[in-house]
């Protein structure tokens, strides 16, 4: 199989490593990829917003299958462009990627398709805005209607800052805050049958103690320990099946990667949103345990056949990253500073290039992605910051608190 992965950051590396140990996988091209991915694939330069060049990518390249990392390209159409040429590709249609270019569109499905969610206000306006916290109650959870790379949601118990970041987004979701703990679920989709991958757990706050702005995301592990027994059965049947149900019926299924970011309530799970494409800094630590053949995985899904693909496999123990951060992020990032120790296995490249003399800097805000397995998740976590330990970025920081309350058992699930 020939394959074609769009993206250059950590999540798209994660996935390199994961087709490039598929034994069906001859011929890997990711574009326009990072150094990490240098060893294990071809890199190509090409611009993933731009449909009819991936379009000849793929045809140069002869690949069997396409598969988009980013959601950009995905809300812009090039999975449409990819399919009518008839290649198989592992991405949602740009309609149906709405569920994450549009928090309200996403909103609008999930309570056609009667999906337990957050009641949300849709504005447009700073009086509408306005209008809206006074009808919710603090923390307010004010939404980016469109894309913000992970940093167009603010948690605030200020409604004057909430009402600024509404005012500087224009079109804003605002909804109620959901308390409990979170769990990202990723599952693989063609439409109608769905593959639940492992749920996992990521820190969005750039602090420890979960603490200052919303980032990317800054570490994660896999599986959660502390998870309710059946789950991932109860969101499969509450969320998932309905959610594609609905888009199936509106004319545009929905074949890829849906990520469920959930909240476990008190009242049960609730969605707090949609992704359309599989999560970063996640993605690295559940594809660090998948046993199943990544590629054979996203194949079916891209050619409607996942109902006949076997059940997947999975590793022993647990999977720990750490997102090592340049400094200035998530505000404005350095860029530009010499790294060393980045050329280990477990580290994976988020934000990296080749300056012209050979040396590798920074090149993002989320710079490298210590990820370690172990027996257990006490064990994963420590392999996962001795593997931080050893990397060198001038002014680089990173939470020491990842999966600390999982090791430590102090994770409550309201109402349990």
């Known amino acids: 199989m020939h394959v074609l992965l769009l993206g250059g950051g950590g999540r798209e590396h994660a996935l390199a490593l994961g087709l490039a ?31 009819a060049a991936v379009v000849g990518l793929a045809v140069e390249t002869a690949a069997d299958l396409v ?85 167009g949601v603010v948690v605030t118990g200020d409604r004057a800052a909430a009402l600024a970041h509404a005012r500087e987004c224009g079109r804003v979701v605002i909804e109620e805050y959901l308390a409990g703990p979170e769990v990202s679920l990723f599952v693989v989709t063609d439409g109608e049958a769905a593959l639940p991958l492992l749920p996992a757990q990521d820190f969005k706050r750039v602090g420890e103690g979960d603490t200052g702005p919303n980032t990317g995301g800054m570490g994660a592990y896999a599986p959660l320990p502390w998870a309710p027994p059946g789950l991932v ?51 690295q630590v559940v594809l660090a345990l998948l046993e199943t053949p990544l590629a054979g995985l996203l194949h079916a899904a891209a050619t409607g056949t996942l109902a006949a693909h076997p059940p997947l496999r999975w590793r022993d123990g647990s999977a720990v990253t750490v997102v090592v951060a340049s400094a200035g992020y998530p505000d404005t990032p350095c860029t530009g500073d010499v ?60 939470r020491r608190d990842i999966a600390a309350a999982a090791v430590d058992g102090r994770i409550e699930i309201p109402g349990r």
Do not use: W
Request: hydrophobic share 45%; with cysteine; proline share 7%.
């Open 67 to 151: 598969v988009i990392g980013p959601e950009a390209p995905l809300v812009a159409g090039v999975a449409d462009a990819v399919r009518a040429k008839g290649i198989a590709v592992f991405g949602p249609v740009a309609e149906a990627a709405r569920l994450e270019g549009s928090k309200a569109f996403a909103k609008e499905i999930m309570t056609a398709a009667g999906v337990p969610t957050a009641r949300a206000v849709t504005c447009t306006d700073e009086a509408g805005a306005a209008a809206a916290l006074d009808s919710f109650t603090p923390p307010y959870v004010v939404k980016n209607d469109g894309l913000a790379a992970g940093k």
């Open 233 to 283: 059965d109860e969101v499969l049947t509450s969320v998932v099946h309905p959610t594609l149900a609905e888009l199936r019926r509106r004319g545009t299924p929905f074949a890829g990667l849906l990520y469920v970011g959930l909240a476990l309530t008190a009242d049960g799970p609730k969605v707090i949103e949609f992704n359309a494409r599989f999560g970063d800094p996640e993605t």
């Open 339 to 398: 790294i060393t120790g980045a050329d280990r296995p477990g580290i994976i490249h988020a934000g990296t290039t080749r300056r012209s003399d050979g040396e590798l800097v920074s090149a993002g805000g989320r710079v490298i992605c210590a990820t370690a397995t172990g027996a257990d998740l006490a064990a994963a976590r420590d392999a996962a910051y001795a593997l931080v330990d050893g990397v060198r970025l001038d002014g680089s920081h990173h």
């Open 21 to 51: 140990a598929d034994p069906a996988v001859e011929q890997l091209t990711v574009a326009p990829g990072n150094p990490g991915m240098a060893s294990i694939a071809e890199l190509r330069s090409v611009d993933p917003m731009d449909p």
